[in-house]
């Protein structure tokens, strides 16, 4: 078991890499370390996904599941309070991670054995040691900015 901090994605981010993982209406989504639910929200609200989020920590679990209640969507999305080597990943569709570098690499070996033929991850800013992406692409939250501000990768097994 591996805590990792609780740092949310912001939505943009998670629009455009649901987009680069080609996310479809009826897929089945998870997302290890799901926070206060906000990519399993969007993958269920806007791209018409199931989805399964896993988180770790009892207070963010109870509040993605408060805001799953609130938006209605408690039939298309599941939350589950418990460390993600516990959970199956083997109907997943799309894996979606934003972990380090150090805890996608021990996740590696899970997603390996579990993942089936055709599934794809995206990470949020970590890459997955040993794996070679499909592809990989800065992403600028806020264009004025000027520059790059999150990396994107794309993995497909």
């Not at 949310?8 to 997302?31: N, W």
């Not at 509040?63 to 209605?72: C, D, K, P, S, T």
């Not at 080597?85 to 054995?113: G, H, I, M, Q, W």
Request: glycine share 8%; charged share 30%; aromatic share 8%.
């Amino acid at each position: 078991m591996f805590i990792s901090p609780f740092v949310a994605s912001p939505m943009p981010v998670i629009r455009r890499l649901l987009t680069l993982a080609e996310l479809k209406p009826g897929e089945l989504f998870y997302d290890l370390g799901a926070g206060d639910g906000g990519p399993v929200i969007i993958a269920a609200k806007e791209f018409g996904a199931r989805c399964v989020g896993v988180e770790l920590r009892e207070d963010l679990a109870r509040r993605a599941m408060r805001r799953i209640r609130e938006l209605g969507l408690q039939d298309r999305i599941k939350i589950i309070n418990d460390d993600l080597f516990n959970v199956s990943l083997t109907d997943a569709d799309v894996v979606y991670l934003y972990l380090t570098t150090s805890a996608n690499e021990k996740v590696r070996p899970k997603l390996e054995a579990e993942l089936k033929r055709g599934a794809r991850v995206v990470s949020h800013d970590y890459k997955i040691t040993g794996w070679e992406p499909a592809k990989v692409e800065k992403f600028c939250e806020n264009p004025r900015l000027g520059f790059p501000s999150h990396t994107l990768y794309l993995y497909r097994r």
